[in-house]
């Protein structure tokens, strides 16, 4: 089994929709993070977590939120899908302080908002 | 805040050399990082390097860090066809210090590697 499983793996919603992206983890890392993939633009942050009882903003959290339901699930919320969320999103865990290991991510999201 | 940047695109000759340039933006960086995404899958952690390092080989990978000028190079030596993918430079910002750092990453290149 991979270490990140992000479920589901491709998804077509309808505008207005709400949507749930899941992420769970094997590593044991206390730290997990939500980026979208867009082309030419990178990754963008849109919320992460330090621990179960910690949740941040990232640059992009607008029309996002997020539970951290346990060390190894932290899952992303759309509240009212809209067609520029289309994008790849990633889940992402590290270990405290990142150090050698840097982040290990999961095989991604295709979300296709029409 | 300032950005990690790195260049968009990346084309070279199968069995050439590559290199894939990235500035990042703090000093007090203690690891920076290079991943990479194979289409349609997510990223891997491809090599760090230490900051008080200023080279890293691992196999046909060459890392360069000048902490002078704030610029990391990532070098693919008798580059192939597997290696067409996308290339992101990461470095850690944060209070120094603490542990409350998180990485940033850059645009990402995407090196394309010709027969």
């Known amino acids: 089994d991979a270490d990140v499983t992000q479920t589901p793996r491709n998804r077509i919603t309808k505008t207005g929709k709400r949507i749930m992206l899941e992420c769970s983890q094997t590593?044991?890392?206390?730290?997990m993070y939500w980026y979208r993939q867009d082309p030419g633009l990178g990754l963008r942050l849109i919320y992460y977590?330090?621990?179960?009882?910690?949740?941040n903003k990232g640059e992009i959290s607008d029309g996002y939120s997020v539970s951290r339901q346990a060390q190894a699930k932290f899952s992303l919320s759309l509240e009212s899908a809209i067609p520029n969320q289309t994008a790849l999103y990633f889940c992402?865990?590290?270990?405290?302080?990142?150090?050698?290991?840097?982040?290990?991510f999961g095989s991604g999201t295709r979300l296709t908002v029409v | 805040g300032e950005d990690v940047e790195q260049s968009l695109f990346l084309s070279v000759r199968e069995g050439d050399s590559s290199v894939i340039n990235c500035t990042y933006t703090?000093?007090?960086?203690?690891?920076l990082y290079w991943y990479k995404q194979e289409p349609g899958a997510g990223l891997q952690l491809l090599t760090y390097?230490?900051?008080?390092?200023d080279m890293k080989q691992d196999q046909r990978l060459t890392v360069l860090l000048n902490k002078k000028d704030k610029h990391l190079s990532l070098r693919i030596a008798d580059t192939q066809t597997g290696d067409s993918a996308i290339y992101f430079c990461?470095?850690?910002?944060?209070?120094?210090?603490?542990?409350?750092?998180?990485?940033?990453f850059g645009r990402g290149t995407q090196l394309t590697v010709w027969p």
């Open positions: 992402a865990t590290s270990d405290l302080g990142q150090g050698t290991g840097g982040y290990t």
């Open positions: 590593k044991g890392h206390d730290r």
């Open positions: 977590s330090f621990d179960v009882k910690d949740i």
């Open positions: 703090d000093s007090s960086s203690t690891y």
């Open positions: 390097i230490f900051s008080n390092m």
């Open positions: 990461a470095e850690i910002r944060g209070p120094r210090g603490s542990t409350l750092g998180r990485l940033y």
